[in-house]
């Protein structure tokens, strides 16, 4: 007998998609924060309408780029923080394009494989690309299991980002510095290995 995910099963499908969506863009929101602490740390309403301002319509990979420069040109004898920055700057840029992927992508949800086999577990995702050789198909059957696993990681990319804003406040003292690095090491840790798992794939 053939299996047809409900409709619950649908609608959790995407509720754990929009879930991973938003959770990632609450960490470009952090990052916009922490940007406007190192330019002004004590700031004004001007002040932030001018980060803001300049700001405004970049996209995920271009603030983290921004931030980390930001980081190594304000703390540059803070070896310990710039390299647990770097490594959450690397951190981050692997869920970036995993989240393109899936925001740019088309989805098929409850779809076991590429012959219409359904499942509650797993969706399609396509994202189609022209190469010299024609079209790359780029299909991947994903499992639910990773989006749940996405969203943990991001809310763990998010706590590390909220410590580092702490690290970079002019009134931490000294003795509280190492431990809230502890913090904010622990913090990179918990994220582990971003990847984007997926039961099949086809290109052709």
């Known amino acids: 007998m053939t299996y047809i ?3 619950d099963e649908i609608k959790n499908q995407n509720a754990l998609i929009g879930e991973f969506i938003i959770c ?3 960490i470009c929101a952090i990052i916009r924060f922490v940007i406007l602490r190192i330019c002004y740390p004590d700031y004004n309403m001007i002040q932030n ?15 983290r780029k921004k931030l980390e420069a930001l980081i190594y040109d304000n703390f540059p004898k803070e070896s ?15 869920m970036i394009t995993i989240r393109n992927t899936i925001a740019h992508g088309s989805m098929m949800l409850g779809r076991k494989s590429f012959d219409g086999k359904l499942s509650a577990d797993t969706f ?6 022209i190469t010299k050789t024609g079209i790359d198909k780029n299909s991947i059957i ?14 763990f990319i998010n706590n590390a980002y909220s410590q580092l804003w ?8 000294e003795k509280k510095k190492e431990s809230h690095l502890e913090r904010l090491k622990e913090q990179i840790d918990n994220i582990g290995t971003i990847k984007f798992d997926f039961e099949n794939k086809i290109t052709k």
């Open 5 to 7: 995910p409900t409709k």
């Open 24 to 26: 990632f863009e609450r």
């Open 49 to 63: 309408n001018n980060i803001e301002t300049l700001l405004e319509g970049l996209t995920s990979d271009p603030l």
């Open 80 to 94: 310990d923080l710039l390299s647990l920055n770097k490594n959450l700057s690397n951190k981050f840029y692997k």
């Open 124 to 129: 399609l995702l396509k994202k189609s690309k």
């Open 142 to 155: 994903v499992n639910i299991a990773s989006i749940q696993r996405l969203i943990k990681q991001a809310h």
């Open 166 to 173: 702490v690290l970079i406040d002019s009134n931490i003292k």
